[in-house]
């Protein structure tokens, strides 16, 4: 356990994203700061915004929000999705050619991750070669003991298996969800039951753990001889829109914060729950009634 606070770090997509009732700022990376911060941790957020009024007005959420970042202004404009509801679970349209496809490596960049206890990472912020490398130069900048955390968060054709290999074998903790399983299953000709295909990702990657969550009947976590599986909790679900990245964020780091998994386990469905309660990605932590 850390005596000071563990500082964690998302790299990738920061966002507009584009709900009926207007735009909230997003971008899973980003989430995932956001909560782990919301819990105790030290987070910085490395991405891009464009040199536009939606790139001002998302850093001033950031800033009204505590979010620690390192934010490059690039010549591309700002990231947006466009988000569709059906009884509060979200779809996404995903605009291409944005600010976070070119994220740059900056020495500010590499002295943040050179201090990580946690880095969260997944495949969107990828599908551009610029940011792809960015990410896979900044890796190795940090310390061996680090968490690499991949968070498949699979969206449209933004993917490969090629790029899903890469990162695996950059990554100590895998999170999925059941659906995403299914994706994978022919791309790595993945046999047996869920339990099966998640031991095997284990094996084969070398994993400290793998998350598997399933939206509202329950969610895993796995090490190489252990298996937490808990229901999800019944709420009055609002929307889920960062639901899973404040699962990461709290699973992280309640992890660093020495709990162990099973109590890293239930915050981090605990937290997960609480954000379906509430409309989108970063609602105020002091309406969540009890402390975790």
Not at 45 to 54: E, L, P, R
């Amino acid at each position: 356990m850390k005596e000071n606070k563990p500082v964690v770090v998302g790299i990738g997509e920061l966002l507009w994203d584009v709900l009926p009732t207007g735009k909230r700022a997003g971008g899973a990376p980003v989430n995932f700061v956001y909560h782990a911060t919301q819990l105790g941790a030290e987070g910085y957020a490395i991405s891009a915004v464009g040199n536009d009024v939606a790139g001002t007005e998302i850093l001033q959420e950031l800033e009204k929000n505590h979010i620690k970042h390192c934010i490059s202004t690039v010549e591309y404009p700002t990231g947006s999705v466009m988000v569709e509801l059906n009884n509060g679970s979200p779809t996404y349209t995903i605009i291409e050619g944005v600010a976070w496809d070119h994220i740059p490596l900056t020495s500010e960049a590499i002295e943040i991750v050179k201090r990580a206890d946690a880095v969260c990472f997944g495949t969107l912020a990828q599908r551009n070669g610029e940011s792809r490398e960015t990410l896979l130069s900044l890796l190795p900048y940090a310390p061996e003991e680090a968490l690499r955390f991949f968070d498949i968060n699979l969206r449209q054709a933004y993917y490969s298996k090629e790029l899903i290999d890469t990162l695996l074998r950059q990554a100590n903790i895998f999170k999925i969800n059941d659906e995403e399983l299914e994706v994978l299953r022919p791309l790595f000709h993945l046999q047996g039951d869920t339990d099966a295909c998640c031991r095997w990702f284990i094996r084969e990657y070398n994993l400290k753990y793998l998350v598997l969550t399933a939206g509202s009947h329950y969610s895993s976590v796995y090490t190489a001889d252990f298996q937490s599986t808990l229901p999800t909790p019944k709420v009055s679900v609002v929307d889920t829109v960062g639901a899973g990245d404040s699962f990461s964020g709290a699973f992280i780091c309640s992890i660093l914060q020495g709990k162990t998994v099973e109590e890293a386990h239930r915050i981090a469905i605990e937290t997960a729950a609480f954000v379906c309660t509430r409309a989108g990605a970063w609602p105020s932590y002091e309406q969540k009634g009890e402390r975790l």
